[in-house]
């Protein structure tokens, strides 16, 4: 099997990279700590950080580990948002008006997140140009995200839409000889993010792993080979 890392993957890396503001010198994380607004909390995996119907009173940054992203339906069906890495704010709905939490966070493995309060982020944003603009740039990119995601449910198969989420978590995983592996999540994850069964997810991964696309001896972690794009492309 080819083992070399996928194009897609390093040019998600850039974009990743980009995002926490390791391409232009412009230190997100620094500017937090040092307005001394922020506090550090270690979450343990699968720990709640909030739920849905909470008070938004913060604004979460990921200083390490990864965050699930979901929403709870009324028949108790959840939906899995997004899986967010080091360098992502998430929560922010409170600096648009939001008053509740409409989805939950959770942790995915042990991850480390600051928590700015609402009003102290928004006399950030008002006083740090560079903050502001980098804020500004991360918001905008969640929103192409959030549009990609939607027209990849309404016109691809499940089975594109596993490849294609494999191929961004992908983005927050380790590199290795045989390419890069995903963060550790489980099947039902992966099923809450694509809108499809667990059954359905278990056999796309074994019918990837047969193709060469894919290495993964149980349910995690999964290394993902640069042959997996062709599964998105065609």
């Known amino acids: 099997m080819n083992c070399t890392t996928t194009a897609a993957a390093k040019t998600a890396t850039a974009n990743a990279n980009a995002l ?48 699930k992203l979901s929403v709870v339906s009324e028949n108790g069906r959840e939906a899995v948002v997004a899986m967010l890495g080091p360098g992502n704010f998430f ?16 942790a995915v493995g042990p991850t ?26 991360h918001v905008v990119s969640r929103i192409v995200r959030v549009e990609e995601d939607l027209l990849d449910h309404l016109l691809h198969s499940a089975e594109k839409r596993l490849a294609r989420v494999l ?29 499809t069964t667990r059954s359905r997810v278990n056999f796309f991964l074994n019918k990837f792993k047969r193709s060469g696309f894919i290495q993964y001896e149980s349910e995690v972690p999964i290394t993902i080979n640069e042959s997996l794009l062709r599964v998105v492309l065609h």
């Open 167 to 195: 191929l961004r978590l992908a983005r927050e995983g380790e590199t290795g000889a045989c390419g890069r592996s995903v963060p550790r999540v489980s099947q039902e994850t992966l099923a809450g993010m694509i809108g």
């Open 20 to 67: 926490a503001g390791a391409s232009n010198g412009f230190d997100a994380l620094g500017v937090l700590v040092s307005s001394g607004m922020a506090t550090t909390r270690t979450y343990l995996s699968g720990e709640a950080i909030f739920a849905q119907g909470d008070p938004c009173d913060h604004v979460m940054y990921v200083q390490s580990g990864t965050v």
């Open 91 to 106: 929560g922010d709905g409170g600096l648009a008006g939001q008053e509740a939490r409409a989805g939950s966070a959770a």
């Open 112 to 137: 480390q997140v600051l928590l700015i309060g609402r009003a102290e982020m928004a006399r950030l944003l008002r006083e740090d140009q560079g903050m502001s603009e980098w804020f500004i740039s």
